[in-house]
């Protein structure tokens, strides 16, 4: 069955930086667009970021256009999130999500950032 695992979260000041990973099994990654999604307390879920099957092609929410990176592995079927110069508005829960009907999710990962 399909499963995606997010790590990489946690606690950080502001300014500093954390890397997301996703972990996918369960089905062929290479054939599917993957996405970063985030949910602060109280806010409806938005898209953060999102790359293409080979990699090639990304596109990110304007917030955080500059600041975060993402990035895939095919071989080893995971999918990242590089985030540097973290503010406080970018503390959330940040899922993995692969589309789909309905689209899959991961459990989410707790970004906190805060001095």
Known sequence: QVQL???GGGLVQPGGSLR???AASGFT????GMSWYRQAPGKERELVATISITGDSTNY????KGRFTISRNNGKN???LEMTSLKPEDTAVYY???PGIPPYWGQGTQVTVSS
């Open 20 to 22: 997301l990973s996703c």
């Open 96 to 98: 993995c999500r692969r």
């Open 78 to 80: 995971t999918v990242d």
């Open 29 to 32: 990654f290479s054939r599917y």
């Open 5 to 7: 695992v997010e790590s």
């Open 61 to 64: 929410v304007d917030s955080v």
